[in-house]
């Protein structure tokens, strides 16, 4: 071994294999390996690929697939006004977080982006906040669900993404 040195964190000697270090090989695999992140069986009903809708079972709410925007809160309810949809409340949009938080690559930005939604039913939803209905505590804000950690938070202004909801 000698002309090696071992990387930060390794003595000289120790985890090398093939003159590449053990941990080296072990980030790879756990970085090339796809984190599946999927709802309970029986959560959705039966969903093709190219459906535009999803229904809940648990909850009775028939879902947009897709995102929309980034828009206002206000341009987002019109948007969702009518047919019986509408910008769903914070509750409503936090059983869409998933709580096994994963990996996924964003076709948007070309990177891996850590996602906390189910990639099956939801499928290339944005690693960001979301409006909802719901006030906040501060007057003219509105609780916002970020699918990227799965946190709430609250906004007034700004340029945000959102999701459709009916009940069914």
């Known amino acids: 071994m000698t002309g090696r040195r071992p990387l930060p964190g390794l003595r000289r000697g120790e985890g090398w294999v093939g003159g590449r270090a053990r941990r080296i090989a072990l980030v790879a695999l756990a970085v090339s ?8 069986a029986d959560q959705y009903s039966f969903f093709a690929r190219d459906d535009t809708h999803i229904q809940d079972n648990f909850t009775h709410l028939d879902w947009d697939r897709g995102a929309s925007g980034p828009d206002t809160q206000a341009n987002a309810a019109t948007a969702c006004g009518g047919a019986g949809k509408r910008l769903p409340t914070v509750k409503e949009l936090l059983t869409l977080v998933d709580e ?6 964003d076709p948007g930005t070309k990177t891996i982006v850590t996602k906390a939604i189910d990639p099956n039913a939801f ?3 944005p690693a960001v906040e979301f409006w909802t209905s719901t ?6 804000k509105f609780r916002t ?5 799965g946190v709430t938070s609250q906004r007034s202004t700004g340029l ?3 999701r459709c909801v009916k009940d069914f």
């Open 145 to 149: 669900v970020d699918f990227e950690s």
């Open 160 to 162: 945000l993404a959102y």
């Open 123 to 125: 499928p290339q939803t």
């Open 100 to 105: 096994n938080v994963h990996e996924e690559f």
């Open 33 to 40: 390996l796809p984190a599946l992140a999927n709802a309970p």
């Open 135 to 140: 006030l906040g505590t501060n007057a003219g």
